[in-house]
């Protein structure tokens, strides 16, 4: 199903509660808070493209510095960054100053640390864009686009909770073995005319290694949170088994929520509306796979949930799995008292903005990439 399609099915589960809107978390504020949603909705439209080739000219601060000082306990990056096509341009230019295998985890990945000190996560490309990944909705490998588009849907839908993205080309002979860990190095291996590296994951098998076209190999760029941010890892509460036959809580019983919302930090605060706004969000992209999530330390339920690894997305468009909603339908259609959990009205007027009309959808996606690759797959006919 294409994206578009896809947001008029979501907006058709989100109209169910339409009755109840009057009841949505953020309070009767109604016309006001549409009309503010609106506001920050032209902001976005308006600075959605980005220049290729940026550069800062007003300041002597790095890149890295800039970006450091836009997060915070609720956001990643501000509504308002002139300075964001500058920083992705230097993300997909900057000089590659060491790469060594990734960090811990599943999926095949580099950590390479840019000019300047600058870490950044290296996803490969694995498949091509039209490439359909057949089987479970989590199957395949990760998709490096999926990863870019992920980021900029994050900016469409206003929530500005995914670490910024670029796509880049890299040259594996100049840029990377000259300044590779031997621990990298040892994976690097040659496929007829291709070179390859198979890294250190969970998954990592020299028979399935990443390879390059010639020496020229496509991937992602993910920015490092800034250290003085240190990461808490949380189960996902509608997290899957990964076991044939066996059902998680959630997949049997409708009225899971109600446990959910007893426990910490799902008690109080925006953790669960978060966790709302993420199943859209997954689900607009087509990612199963959010079994863990990230949010910063310390920070008693008060931080955002941080939308990182999204590249378990875009595997199929023709494919919608609505299981992915189950907290937006679990914890939104039980019950619409006012003490029950809810949309925010901030999302649903998003929504509804970039729904109508719907060819806005995927044209808002198509033209958001700015400096380096273009993310998104082509959509099925």
């Known amino acids: 199903m294409k994206l578009k399609q ?20 953020d309070g009767g504020e109604g016309s006001a808070a549409s009309r503010r949603d609106l506001r920050a909705f032209r902001k976005m439209e308006a600075g959605l493209s980005l220049s290729r080739g940026a550069r800062l000219t007003h300041t002597l601060q790095s890149p890295w510095e800039i970006a450091s000082q836009w997060v915070g306990p609720r956001e990643v990056y501000p509504e308002e960054t002139p300075e964001l096509a500058a920083v ?24 390479l640390v840019l000019d300047g000190g600058q870490k950044v996560v290296f996803k490969p490309k694995r498949y091509n864009r039209d490439y359909v990944v057949e089987g479970e909705p989590y199957a395949g490998y990760d998709r490096h686009n999926a ?16 670490p910024l993205v670029v796509g880049r080309y890299v040259n594996l002979r100049t840029e990377i073995k000259p300044v590779a860990t031997d621990q990298l190095l040892s994976t690097f291996l040659t496929q007829g005319n291709n070179t390859c590296f198979y890294g250190k994951c969970y998954y990592c098998r020299e028979s399935e290694p990443a390879c390059a076209d010639g020496e020229i190999m496509e991937g992602s760029l993910t920015l490092w949170l800034p250290d003085v941010w240190p990461l808490q890892k949380h189960r996902h509460p509608w997290g899957r088994t ?12 409708e009225s899971y929520c109600e446990a959910v919302k007893k426990m910490p930090p799902y008690d109080e605060g925006p953790r669960l509306l978060d966790v709302i706004d993420t199943a859209i969000f997954d689900y607009l992209i087509g990612n199963a796979d959010r079994h863990h999530y990230e949010s910063f330390q310390d920070d008693g339920g008060a931080s955002m949930l941080i939308l990182l690894d999204n590249a378990k997305s875009f595997g199929n468009a023709a494919l919608d799995e609505r299981s992915i909603l ?11 008292l006012p003490a029950s959990v809810r949309v925010r009205m901030s999302t649903w007027n998003r929504l509804n903005l970039l ?24 959509s099925p006919g």
């Open 6 to 25: 896809r947001m008029v099915v979501l907006c058709a589960v989100l109209l169910l509660l339409g009755l109840a809107k009057i009841f949505l978390l």
């Open 88 to 111: 992705l341009t230097s993300l997909s230019t900057a000089r590659i100053e060491r790469a060594d295998v990734g960090y811990k985890g599943t999926q095949l990945k580099a950590l």
């Open 147 to 162: 990863e870019v588009a992920g980021f900029h849907l994050d900016r469409i839908l206003g929530f500005r909770r995914a």
């Open 242 to 253: 990964y076991r044939e036959g066996k059902l998680a809580r959630w997949e049997y019983d």
């Open 326 to 336: 189950a907290p937006l339908y679990q914890c939104c259609i039980i019950s619409c």
């Open 355 to 378: 729904i109508n009309p719907a060819e806005r959808w995927s044209s808002e996606l198509s033209h958001t990439a700015g400096p380096g690759i273009r993310p998104c797959p082509p």
